[in-house]
């Protein structure tokens, strides 16, 4: 799985798996002050406003930019911000949002036209199944809507990942960047209209205060830490190396993310869903490296028929070398 990735590699991607468990404790704590939603466009507000004065536009349409900012920014976190909210464990809900990679692959599936081989179906059937499993156990706990509510927004994760792959960006860290550019005005006019100017007046005038400064420090960690950092590494480290050896690691996600809900929250799942939890990133797992040996077969094929004379190299639909290769929060 990691092998070809030197050390210091390695040890940078385990770096960001740290950095991106670790933000759902911060998005738990910026929640304890801030509306959801609301919460959602200060996040990406104050990206975009920096991102607008010093970072190049990506050379990419304008339509995937939207798409990728609708889906992986607003649905996204519209849901998973609005879950956590509505009492999904932090810890959980890192698990939970892992969910997008099936996703995404099915989608890729239907929607683009993709490759699946037989192993990547199994990976998203093992992953469905453990999904499922979380989600009985959620249910017998009264906790089904904030799970569906995480559920959901792993789904738009996934389709801001479909329009994140036609946008081919030559600088992937700029349209991370410029993403949080489409998020801000969306969100603040739904906070507006389902929270009201009330709830984020209130929320405001206490903010500046001693009991506030976790969630501004959690605020700043989301923007700074988990968005700047994290995907800055991630980035750097994909552009060096097959998205197929990199994006395991992200599977260390909701590793930190629990243990370390475990530590500060004192939050304990239960026993079905660690397992639940355990088939879900088996599934993740077997499903990247299905992808990387379904992307090989269909070099192989298209090696073979340019020996022949036949198809053209652009006749043949290529695998991603993305396969279901994940970014983080």
């Given at each position: 799985m990691t092998q070809g990735l030197p050390?210091?590699?390695?040890?940078?991607?385990?770096v960001v798996a740290a950095i991106w468990g670790v933000n759902f404790l911060a998005i738990h704590l910026s929640l304890a002050q801030f509306p959801p939603l609301f919460l959602v466009a200060l996040r990406f507000a104050l990206l975009a406003v920096p991102t607008l004065l010093f970072v190049p536009r990506p050379q990419v349409p304008t339509r995937w930019l939207v798409g990728y900012g609708l889906g992986f920014g607003v649905l996204q976190f519209t849901f998973l911000y609005t879950g956590m909210a509505a009492g999904m464990p932090s810890g959980l809900a890192s698990l939970v949002l892992q969910a997008s990679g099936?996703?995404?692959?099915?989608?890729?599936?239907?929607?683009?036209?993709?490759?699946?081989?037989?192993?990547?179906?199994?990976?998203?059937?093992l992953a469905a199944v453990g999904m499922l499993v979380v989600g009985v156990s959620r249910a017998g706990v009264a906790q089904l809507v904030p799970y569906v509510l995480v559920l959901l927004g792993a789904l738009g994760w996934?389709?801001?990942?479909?329009?994140?792959?036609?946008?081919?960006?030559?600088?992937?860290?700029?349209?991370?960047?410029?993403?949080?550019?489409?998020?801000?005005?969306?969100?603040?006019a739904l906070s507006l209209a389902l929270e009201g100017q009330e709830a984020i007046g209130r929320s405001l005038s206490t903010s500046f205060t001693a009991e506030a400064a976790p969630a501004w420090a959690g605020l700043a960690y989301t923007v700074l830490v988990g968005t700047v950092v994290g995907s800055g590494i991630w980035?750097?480290?994909?552009?060096?190396?097959?998205?197929?050896?990199?994006?395991?690691?992200?599977?260390?996600?909701?590793?930190?993310?629990?243990?370390t809900a475990g530590l500060v929250l004192h939050e304990r799942p239960t026993l079905v869903e660690v397992a639940g939890g355990v088939v879900v990133v088996a599934g993740v797992l077997l499903g990247a490296s299905g992808a990387r040996g379904a992307g090989a077969a269909v070099r192989r094929r298209e090696r073979r028929s340019r020996e022949r004379g036949g198809l053209r190299p652009s006749t043949v639909r290529r695998v991603p070398r993305s396969g279901w290769a994940l970014r983080g929060r």
């Open positions: 050390p210091l590699h390695r040890a940078l991607a385990c099936p996703f995404t692959l099915v989608l890729g599936a239907l929607l683009l036209g993709e490759g699946v081989g037989r192993r990547q179906w199994l990976g998203v059937a996934a389709l801001g990942n479909l329009s994140s792959r036609l946008a081919a960006p030559p600088n992937p860290l700029h349209l991370t960047l410029w993403m949080s550019v489409v998020v801000p005005v969306p969100m603040l980035t750097w480290l994909l552009a060096r190396h097959p998205a197929g050896v990199v994006g395991p690691f992200s599977m260390l996600v909701p590793v930190v993310g629990m243990a």
